[in-house]
């Protein structure tokens, strides 16, 4: 059959079109995405105001979350690749089945992570928590660090009504006198105290090892192993520049995350966040963490901390 000559030339321009199109994947520099989990935005405004993320070679899609379970959730789920989680929610998150492994691991101050009352409230230390309401999130470091002061005390878990609440429904709950106390972490402890909201009741000094992580999927592990290894170089340089750049480091975290400066500096000089290795001694604290939470009855089996950890990352200089 004849083809017209202006079908045939339609024809070829199609069939060339295609063609490319058809090629393209085989010839396109193709930029790996990495689907980043935070926490109140902080650790985008860490990257962010010390410039460390100028000339990646890979893509963040971020998502936010107000507190480190619905992170945990996210992370199960495979909506994330990595994200900043805290000792006791990676434990609670593991136990429940989460495949996921800690690849970056820092130290900070505990004060932050606390229990907060009222300031009017006649409550003088955990022994008082006795019979009275706390708000928190389930496995949350603010779960952990209830359970560790009251027990401390010498109370039994069941001594303290637990009210199972995000941040902002604690707050508010706190606030309106529905509870007793807020058991949180930063920044909202230095946003509760500074805008003279509530007072801390009991700190994390001395109860807690002050661990958090970065974790990541299994997935990504093995998927995208090179882009986790070069973000978490970004994250450790961009705390090193923080230590030295407080002031103005502070001021952009606050106009990142919405806080007042006065709270956003607070939070920040108090945590002296810093990255280290995963070596025994961190192992071994969160195992320590983990029989806490099976003694306490919140996890239901022996948890064996070791392979939940991924040491072949290592740390930036």
Do not use: C
């Not at 609440?165 to 920044?187: I, M, N």
């Amino acid at each position: 059959m004849h083809t017209p000559p202006t079908h045939r030339r339609q024809f070829l321009t199609h069939a060339v079109g295609a063609a490319s199109v058809l090629a393209l994947p085989a010839f396109a520099q193709i930029r790996p995405v990495l689907k980043a989990g935070d926490q109140k935005g902080g650790l985008r405004a860490l990257l962010e105001a010390a410039g460390a993320l100028d000339g990646i070679a890979y893509d963040i899609q971020w998502a936010e979350f107000p507190a480190a379970a619905p992170l945990a959730e996210a992370l199960n789920a495979g909506a994330v690749d990595s994200g900043p989680i805290g000792d006791a929610p990676l434990i609670f998150a593991l136990a429940a089945g989460a495949r996921v492994k800690a690849i970056g691991a820092n130290r900070s101050d505990s004060y932050g992570t606390a229990v907060l009352v009222r300031p009017d409230s006649p409550l003088k230390g955990a022994a008082d928590l006795k019979g009275r309401s706390v708000a928190t999130n389930r496995g949350s470091i603010g779960h952990y660090i209830t359970l560790k002061a009251i027990t401390q005390a010498g109370l039994a878990p069941e001594d303290v009504n637990f009210r199972f609440l995000a941040p902002a429904d604690a707050k508010l709950a706190l606030t309106q006198g529905s509870v007793d106390a807020w058991a949180t972490w930063e920044p909202y402890t230095a946003l509760a105290e500074t805008s003279r909201h509530a007072r801390v009741l009991v700190s994390g000094r001395g109860l807690l090892p002050g661990l958090s992580y970065l974790a990541a999927t299994d997935t990504a592990i093995s998927s995208k192993r090179a882009v986790l290894q070069d973000f978490l170089q970004r994250v450790v340089r961009a705390q090193q520049w923080s230590y030295k750049h407080v002031d103005a480091y502070s001021a952009a975290l606050a106009r990142i995350i919405g806080i007042p400066p006065e709270a956003a500096k607070l939070q920040f000089e108090r945590r002296q966040q810093q990255w280290v290795p995963i070596n025994a001694q961190v192992i071994a604290d969160q195992q320590g963490t983990a029989d806490f939470y099976q003694q306490v009855g919140l996890i239901k089996q022996p948890l064996d901390v070791k392979g939940t950890f991924d040491t072949g990352f290592g740390l930036a200089a």
